[in-house]
């Protein structure tokens, strides 16, 4: 039997499968690794718009992003209220809903009044979703350590907390400007219904200095000139507080804490449980510093605490004006250094080694700027070491910034440590580039009788003469090893001086420098003496008034005396030193200013010869034997004694 299908039916049927085939649900396509990297770690901050993560919850209580952006009290009342969804799944949504709120409120509002507390409001629901994600689900961090979204999380978190700290700082100055609270003492502002309390007691300010001016975000800040910025992952606001640097008046003291320490804020939210910490109002801002607090207790767990070394470091480099400064004091500038400073790097602390860096001529701390960084950028130092910078007038003669730079470094270890017992007192470190390295070999060495004997021999004084010249001159000419120090680093360091302070150039500069008057009154009555005991030999003796350039010539006779002078036989010593001379045999090579031959010291625990001119501290190669070598000290401290 032959079977006769009808056209128009059978041309339907196959119309339909067409169709059927057509509209497939589901299709497959191809994406780049970038795609996928921005589908699985893009979010609102990164991004503007909703995470993943984020929209897929969403989907699954029957909204999206689109819904949610023109509803967000709908939305956020949906997933609040969802059966459907994990706790996990439902707070860090909510965490990301609420940041797009802050987010939109601080773009839109001013930093004052009922917009900014909007944003704050915002930001304290942020973070407290965040925190009761983090902590109070049934999961705890480290079981979701390799989960992308955990990461999301702890940044909204962050964020949160340092744009409602900040927010909260600007909303305090404002008011104190305007005269409210005068009569108590400074509180949190609160915003809205809810209760925020500090405790600032880990925090480390300067003494004296008041509270901050600013608070800044470390995150915000970005630096030229520093090749990296370190900081530590882990949870909280990393900050920068800006405080006022005291005046310098000529009775003040040498040393200066930080005016731009680094902080850290986490915010508490009170609850025992998720229940409690979803349903508080109650909130506390605590503040630590990230030198002394490595880990914090957030929801009963020991959590890693945020950190960034760099930023307070690079923004005091940034505004300190040193370059400038530094010119106008080597050339006697009425308002240039006549006195040796040493600024701290971070608050002091008893129980790490001290590091005392001394620069070179016509410069300051801005000489150190990626070696220090780079130094307590590692972490085992950074546990381990703290940086003081020692800021002296490069104009004074060698002799005097000896004996000003020893009184300073003695001040400041009396002040902070009266007893002298503490790690920060003893064993210290030296690391001193060109005339700061000659600086840092006098103060580790003695100069028993051979200054004076050869003042003698120049100048032939007796009886009640020889004393007063004696008495006036001693604390130049006599002098013995730091007892502190136990280590130092030379780099580039013309211990015998150079001929490149003879040539034109250098002898033109050196006209150019003008001593301050209180530099010359020191010495000035005690030159005059000296010519009028022998008129013909003023310029012969080890002293005179010479300013630096003048004693950093190989034919200077301090230099040609004190390069001779024994050094403290406990302080072991390295030499790190320029070659700009390829071709040229070792011990005639230059690094163009410093030859070989005057770098270089017997003796030494080691040297290290680096193709550079003669800024060689900021050699990469450089600064890696520093590393080493502190960590070679670190290891021999804590060898057992045989």
Not at 258 to 287: C, E, H, W, Y
Not at 399 to 424: M, S
Not at 558 to 569: H, I, K, T
Request: glycine share 6%.
């Amino acid at each position: 039997m032959t079977i006769r299908y009808r056209q128009p039916l059978f041309a339907a049927l196959l119309c339909a499968a067409v169709l059927a085939a057509g509209c497939a649900g589901v299709k497959v396509g191809s994406i780049s690794p970038a795609e996928y990297l921005a589908q699985r770690r893009g979010d609102v901050l990164t991004t503007g718009k909703l995470s993943t993560s984020a929209q897929e919850v969403l989907r699954v209580i029957g909204s999206d992003a689109d819904l949610c952006r023109r509803d967000g009290q709908a939305c956020r009342q949906a997933l609040a209220d969802s059966a459907g969804i994990t706790d996990e799944q439902r707070l860090s949504a909510l965490s990301e809903v609420w940041l797009q709120v802050a987010l939109s409120a601080d773009k839109g509002g001013t930093s004052d009044g009922p917009s900014a507390d909007k944003a704050i409001d915002a930001w304290l629901e942020t973070a407290r979703h965040a925190y009761a994600y983090l902590f109070f689900t049934d999961r705890n961090p480290r079981d979701r350590a390799f989960e992308d979204r955990q990461t999301q999380v702890r940044d909204y978190y962050n964020y949160a907390v340092q744009q409602a700290i900040t927010g909260l700082y600007s909303s305090y100055q404002k008011n104190s400007r305007r005269g409210r609270d005068t009569t108590r003492p400074p509180t949190v502002p609160q915003v809205g219904d809810w209760h925020i309390d500090s405790d600032v007691s880990a925090m480390q300010l300067p003494p004296g200095a008041g509270l901050p001016q600013e608070l800044i975000p470390a995150a915000s800040l970005t630096f030229s000139g520093l090749r990296n910025i370190y900081r530590r992952d882990g949870f909280g606001a990393e900050l920068v507080a800006v405080t006022d640097e005291p005046t310098y008046g000529a009775n003040a003291p040498p040393y200066r804490e930080t005016p731009f320490p680094a902080l850290t804020a986490v915010l508490k939210f009170d609850g025992a449980d998720l229940r409690q910490v979803m349903s508080t109002r109650n909130l506390r801002i605590v503040v630590f510093d990230p030198y002394r607090t490595s880990s914090v207790q957030l929801g009963g767990q020991d959590i890693p605490l945020a950190a960034n070394f760099t930023s307070g470091y690079g923004l005091w480099l940034a505004r300190s004006d040193f370059a400038l400064q530094a010119l106008r004091s080597l050339f006697g500038s009425a308002d240039g250094l006549t006195k040796p400073r040493i600024y701290l790097m971070q608050p002091y602390d008893p129980n790490r080694r001290t590091i005392i860096m001394l620069h070179g001529l016509a410069s300051s701390p801005e000489a150190w700027i990626n070696v220090a960084n780079e130094v307590l950028g590692d972490e085992t130092l950074r546990r381990s070491y703290q940086v003081w910078q020692v800021y002296y007038p490069t104009n004074a003669p060698l002799p005097l910034n000896n004996l000003a730079i020893r009184e300073a470094v003695e001040q400041t270890i009396a002040h902070f440590d009266p007893t002298g017992k503490a790690r920060a007192s003893n064993d210290i470190t030296l690391i001193g580039h060109s005339m700061g390295g000659v600086l840092s070999r006098l103060m580790v060495s003695s100069s028993e009788d051979k200054l004076w004997d050869a003042l003698l021999a120049s100048y032939p004084m007796q009886g009640a003469q020889q004393q007063r010249i004696e008495k006036r001159l001693a604390p130049y000419l006599r002098f013995e090893p730091l007892p502190q120090v136990s280590d130092a680093i030379f780099i580039a360091s013309p211990h015998r001086g150079t001929d490149f302070a003879n040539n034109r150039i250098s002898r033109w500069v050196a006209n150019l420098i003008t001593l301050p008057v209180t530099m010359l009154g020191q010495l000035s009555d005690i030159s005059r003496e000296l010519i009028r005991i022998a008129p013909g030999k003023q310029d012969l003796g080890p002293l005179r008034i010479p300013n630096s350039i003048d004693n950093l010539s190989d034919r200077d006779p301090f230099v040609r005396l004190s390069s001779g002078l024994p050094m403290n036989p406990r302080v072991r010593f390295h030499s790190i030193i320029g070659n700009d001379t390829p071709g040229v045999a070792l011990a005639l090579s230059s690094d163009g200013i410093v030859p070989y031959e005057s770098a270089h010291l017997d003796g030494a625990a080691s040297e290290l010869v680096i193709p550079s001119q003669h800024s060689v501290q900021e050699n990469p190669l450089a600064i890696l034997e520093i590393r080493r070598i502190l960590k070679e000290q670190l290891r021999m401290e804590s060898a057992p004694a045989r």
